[in-house]
């Protein structure tokens, strides 16, 4: 590099595969849309003509036409929450752990127990 | 870039478990290692707690009920509080983080600023959910 003042944009030595610049994007990305989703059901709450099981339930499974949208919409909210925590949880790890075995470990325990509550909450949400 | 060996740098490096006492971080260090807590809380309590309650509270008119019974318990309603705090601190301090990252307050005095109002309006509406839980409200 020329000059040091200049270590961005077109100048900047560019290695790697991006696969950072790719998760600090996508966790922001799912982020907004757990936000997005979180006021959407406070809202869906506080326009309910009483808190009760049935308006409950229908939080999740209305249906628009044919559509199911209340389903679609919690699953789309499941997906990103899952790819956000991924993304957190790991890098927990890459912070507090060093050893590669030890962290492998863990990381691959994460990506289970987030596929596992993934496929949970599906069924749970699939069968109302 | 020549002076690099001359001089020794100074280290900073991470905090020990044993300063974690004594060791006075900033509103917004206190801010930043709860958004990671409070993560971590949620990720482990997701497909132990947070799922099979989502479950009983949307299959049948009787399970439903069932939670209410449940909450009860006080010590019941304290792991609700957890949970709820939890994903209110981290939602809060999550919309903070995607301010700042849109190059919003990130001056000092505004992110101290910033750092207070989270804690301010996430304990709060904890604080109504406390009172809705505990039947106050």
Redesign the interface.
């Known amino acids: 590099m020329a000059d040091?003042s200049q270590n961005f944009g077109h100048t900047r030595l560019v290695v790697g595969a991006h696969y950072g610049v790719i998760d600090f994007i996508a966790q922001?990305i799912t982020?907004?849309i757990m936000?997005v989703y979180?006021l959407v059901l406070i809202v869906g709450i506080l326009v309910m003509p009483s808190f009760s099981?049935e308006n409950?339930?229908a939080l999740?499974?209305f249906h628009v036409g044919a559509l199911p949208l209340g389903q679609i919409l919690a699953n789309l909210f499941f997906f990103a929450l899952a790819w956000h925590?991924w993304i957190?949880?790991r890098d927990?790890w890459m912070d507090y752990v060093k050893p590669a075995g030890v962290r492998l470990l863990l990381q691959v325990l994460t990506i289970l127990?987030l596929v596992?509550?993934v496929v949970?909450?599906a069924k749970?949400l699939w069968?109302? | 870039?020549s002076d690099t060996a001359a001089k020794p740098r100074p280290q900073f490096r991470n905090i020990g478990i044993a300063q974690i006492a004594k060791y006075r971080l900033p509103l917004a260090g206190k801010l930043s290692i709860l958004h990671?807590v409070s993560?971590?809380l949620?990720?482990v309590c997701?497909?132990l707690v947070i799922?099979p309650l989502?479950?009983a509270?949307?299959?049948s008119?009787e399970s439903?009920?069932q939670i209410a019974e449940y909450a009860g318990n006080p010590l019941v309603k304290l792991v609700f509080l957890v949970l709820v705090w939890g994903y209110l601190h981290h939602?809060c301090a999550?919309?903070r983080y995607?301010i700042l990252?849109l190059h919003i307050g990130v001056d000092k005095v505004s992110a101290q600023k910033s750092a207070g109002v989270v804690f301010g309006v996430s304990l709060a509406l904890t604080l109504v959910f406390a009172l809705k839980l505990f039947g106050v409200l």
């Open positions: 040091d922001r982020a907004v936000a979180t099981y409950w339930k999740f499974s925590a957190g949880v927990i127990w596992a509550s949970y909450f749970i069968s109302i | 870039m990671r993560g971590a949620l990720f997701l497909p799922l989502f479950a509270s949307v299959a008119p439903y009920a939602f999550g919309i995607l990252d």
